[in-house]
């Protein structure tokens, strides 16, 4: 994720607004939807 992260911060100077957005919340979701997949197998091996 972190390297990602990286990614979007150095992405071209004249990548539109509305691109970086649309990463940036790509990532925010993808990272729910791995803590949510972590906490489901933390639940299951209890």
Avoid: F, G, H, Y
């Avoid at 911060?9 to 990272?31: H, N």
């Amino acid at each position: 994720m972190s390297l990602a992260k990286e990614r979007i911060k150095k992405a071209p100077k004249d990548t539109p607004k509305e691109i970086l957005k649309t990463w940036e919340q790509e990532l925010v979701d993808l990272e729910l939807e791995l803590n949510n997949l972590v906490d489901d197998e933390e639940d299951n091996n209890e």
